[in-house]
């Protein structure tokens, strides 16, 4: 039987190859059949998770809230050293120079990931900015935010910090930080689903020897991972009840 | 929890003993100053059933002036400031024991007598069904929330 893999869509185009590679490598290491499914959006990969059609996932921190707390699936490792956090840059030219400088009517460049959204609203309370006074611009991938910015077709970028720091160095050299989330406690994780649970010891122990074994350590390097290390259900739900109170 | 020390304060300060609603008493001693929390950061923190600070984060740390080990095993009423009311926390704790979030503008107290306000949300844990503890998340406000917070204050 062929299980169904996923990666929650806001990863970093250039690492899709990567996620290719670590499927094969894990369907050997765990022999399994593993098919990796990519979807383009949010909104497709919920409709699969849904439908059950995914029993295996690389999720970012808001939707393995909803796949633990509803759909039973249980935590098995996060990349180390690798933490959800988010950026609001602007143009570098821009006057701005921190969030309590913006004002109403805002525009904001985001994507629809929906934890760089949610992680972004919060920093701009304190400059009493929320859905009703500002205007966003909804796109597709993180560098047509970027353009947003570089174009002024908006005052402020929503970004996760790791897919900016991605960003060319030509880009980046014309955008500016105005602030970032310092949450650190914050991880997308891989979960596995109820069908393929009792996989889960043999994934953690294949996943954590990945560095010794000179295959294993160019798989990482081509996800952009140090490692994987093993995540336990409290510290999973740990994270997921802070995601409830950050959420609405 | 100990009285606070006039050696810990900085700047002029006043007194104020407190009647916790668990029956013990505290002298507090606090200031006008005033310290903001960064951009981007959050306050964290968990108790378990009775409030009991069970974990905090580093940002908590920074934030309260004291060391992790002078908070880890006190209540979460040590960061009380004398300016927030009893009724200010009323429904904090009918809430979560329901299980719904509460949420609420909160000045807390510093060991060195200062303040910092926060929009604080707090939750249950909810572990095979029962309430194992609590997790709060604190961040940084407007100053016309706060103004609205602190007007209404008063009035309770
Ligand atoms: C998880 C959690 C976090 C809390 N955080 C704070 C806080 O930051 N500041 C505060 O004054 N009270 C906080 N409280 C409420 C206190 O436990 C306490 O109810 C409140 O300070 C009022 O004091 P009382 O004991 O006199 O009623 C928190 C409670 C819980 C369960």
Not at chain 1, 31 to 42: G, K, P, R
Not at chain 1, 108 to 121: G, L, Y
Not at chain 1, 184 to 192: A, E, K, M, T
Not at chain 2, 125 to 135: E, L
């Amino acid at each position: 039987m062929t299980h169904n893999f996923t990666v929650s869509p806001d990863f970093n185009p250039s690492h899709i190859s990567g996620w290719y590679i670590f499927n094969t490598w894990l369907q050997r290491a765990i022999n399994e059949e593993i098919h990796l499914e990519l979807y383009n959006s949010a909104t497709e990969q919920r409709k699969a998770i849904a439908d059950d059609q995914v029993q295996l996932i690389y999720a970012n921190p808001y939707d393995a809230t909803a796949l633990v707390r509803d759909k039973g699936f249980i935590p098995v490792a996060r990349a180390d050293n690798k933490t959800d956090e988010a950026i609001i840059a602007v143009n570098h030219e821009s006057l701005i120079l921190n969030v309590e400088q913006l004002t109403d009517g805002t525009r904001i460049s985001s994507t629809d990931d929906p934890d760089v959204r949610m992680m972004c609203m919060i920093m701009l309370e304190p400059a009493g900015l929320n859905k009703s006074n500002t205007i966003t611009i909804q796109r597709d991938a993180y560098i047509l935010i970027a353009k947003d910015l570089l174009k002024n077709d908006a005052d402020i970028g929503f970004f996760l910090e790791d897919t900016y720091n991605e960003l060319s160095d030509i880009t980046k050299k014309q955008l500016r930080p105005i602030v970032h989330s310092q949450i650190h406690v914050i991880h997308h994780l891989l979960l596995v689903g109820p069908k393929l649970a009792h996989k889960k010891n043999d994934m953690q122990s294949s996943l954590l020897s990945m560095v010794d074994d000179p295959k294993g350590a160019g798989v990482l390097k081509s996800l952009n991972f140090e490692r994987w290390i093993v995540v336990g259900q409290e510290e999973a739900e740990f994270m997921i009840d802070l995601m409830d109170t950050l959420a609405e | 929890m100990k009285d606070m020390m006039p050696d810990d304060i900085s700047g002029e300060y006043q007194e104020h003993m407190f009647s916790y609603h668990d029956g013990t008493h505290r002298k507090v001693l606090f200031t006008n100053i005033e310290t903001q929390l960064p951009e981007g950061s959050l306050i964290v923190s968990r108790a378990d059933l009775r409030g009991i600070i069970t974990d905090v984060n580093q940002s908590f740390i920074e934030m309260s002036a004291y060391h992790k080990d002078e908070l880890i095993g006190q209540p979460h009423c040590i960061l009380r400031h004398p300016d927030m009311p009893a009724a200010a926390f009323g429904d904090l704790w009918k809430m979560v024991q329901q299980r719904n979030k509460w949420h609420g503008y909160v000045k807390n107290l510093r060991k060195d007598g200062g303040f910092y306000w926060v929009y604080a949300t707090v939750i249950a844990n909810i572990r095979n069904g029962d309430i194992t503890g609590f997790t709060s998340v604190r961040r940084r406000t407007s100053r016309t929330k706060i103004n609205e917070a602190e007007t209404h204050y008063q009035t309770l």
